[in-house]
């Protein structure tokens, strides 16, 4: 019998990218601290006309892991990052203005400071403890508006409805305009799944009277929370449902 060696070298050739990944995860073995910096902020960074950015990093490095909240008063932050105080309160306003952070005032004359979501994302009302209407009138009181209900089929899961309450906020300073998207969704089960017609990938019915999308997917792994809230959330009005229907079939129930 033939034994054939392996005699090729399996290392690869080291480059700055080693340093970064053994640190990576030398820091999270360690729990040694880092926090989480989304690539959505690259949006933001041609209207952060200031240092204020160093204000955001510092609020990140020091922020709880899962609620984004820290509080520093703004003569500790002006001392750590050798500026005024009065630069703080600019920097802050400018983060405000943003949606990057939101502010709320204590009896003592400070403020707590929490981080704000960098993207639209979906909330799966079924997975936390709080009160549907709790979480509608909580979106309400943080200057978000609903504007549209919205039940989605998918052919891969045929015995599932998704119902999606789109809810927005908008920001605007100068030469920045911004839409926040927040969508509190729901999963029903139906009984029956829908005909559909095969060679047709959006399509729409309706379900107990109420709009539904249906969404013919070609590959099921695209039926994921993204994916979802990429189709979903661009329904955030009724004229844009109007014309949905126009342009889509409607399958008869």
């Known amino acids: ?14 480059n700055p990218s080693f340093l970064y990944n053994k640190w990576t995860q030398y820091v999270k ?3 040694t601290g880092y926090f989480m910096l989304s690539n959505s902020l690259e949006d933001y960074l041609p209207y952060i006309s200031s240092a204020a950015i160093n204000l955001y990093v ?4 020091h922020a709880k892991s899962n609620e984004g909240y820290s509080y520093y008063s703004n003569e500790t932050i002006s001392r750590i990052l050798n ?3 009065k630069t703080i309160t600019n920097w802050n306003k400018t983060l405000q203005d943003l949606g990057l ?5 204590k009896s003592n004359s400070s403020s707590d400071t929490y981080l704000l979501p960098l993207s639209d994302f979906i909330i799966d009302l079924s997975k ?4 549907d209407r709790e979480v509608m009138d909580f979106l309400n009181q943080e200057g978000y508006s609903k504007r549209t209900f919205i039940n989605l089929y998918v052919s891969s899961e045929p015995n599932k409805i998704y119902s999606y309450s789109i809810f927005e906020r908008n920001y605007a300073v100068k030469d920045f305009k911004m839409t926040r998207k927040i969508l509190l969704g729901k999963v029903q089960s139906i009984n029956n799944s829908i005909e559909i017609d095969l060679n047709e990938q959006i399509m729409w019915c309706k379900i107990n009277d109420n709009f539904c999308i249906i969404w013919n997917t070609k590959k099921k792994s ?3 929370q993204k994916g979802r809230l990429d189709l979903v959330s661009q329904l955030d009005t009724a004229n844009k449902i109007k014309i949905f229907k126009k342009n889509y079939p409607q399958v008869k129930m």
Do not use: E
């Not at 936390?128 to 009160?131: P, S």
């Open 29 to 31: 073995d360690n729990k």
């Open 101 to 105: 952070i939101a502010r709320r005032a």
């Open 58 to 61: 510092f609020y990140a490095i």
């Open 83 to 85: 500026v005024s105080q």
């Open 128 to 131: 936390i403890n709080n009160d």
């Open 1 to 14: 019998m033939n034994i054939k060696l392996n005699l090729t070298q399996s290392s690869q050739p080291l």
């Open 222 to 224: 695209n039926n994921n």
